[in-house]
């Protein structure tokens, strides 16, 4: 069964970093590009940043760029977001998925809530 399982998340203040990681099995996570996604409060899940299957490709939301970077490793079937200099704009539920998205197969997320 497809499964995305975020964590890594918490409480984190302005000006600090978090490493969020994705577990995702079910599929050969391998063969996919992977992507995070978040939901801020009252607001619709929107792209975060993306990486292909084989990592040699990434690219991120304007709003995250030169301060956030993703990464995977195949071989763990994991892929991980590091976010740097956070601000209040990044609060949000932090979700994995493939691209294109298993719509069905949202996980959890992990929450990040920025406090000023």
């Known amino acids: 069964q497809v499964q995305f399982v975020e964590s890594g998340g918490g409480m984190v203040q302005v000006g600090g970093s978090l490493r969020l990681s994705c577990g995702a099995s079910g599929f050969t996570v391998s063969t996919y590009a992977m992507r995070w996604y978040r939901q801020a409060p009252g607001k619709e899940r929107e792209f975060v940043a993306h990486i292909s299957s084989t990592g040699g490709t990434t690219v991120y939301a304007d709003s995250v760029k030169g301060r956030f970077t993703i990464s995977r490793d195949n071989a763990k079937n994991t892929v991980w977001l590091q976010m740097n200099s956070l601000k209040p704009e990044d609060t949000a539920v932090y979700y994995c998925?493939?691209?294109?998205?298993?719509?069905?197969?949202w996980g959890q997320g992990t929450q990040v809530p920025v406090s000023s």
């Open positions: 998925n493939t691209h294109p998205p298993k719509r069905e197969y």
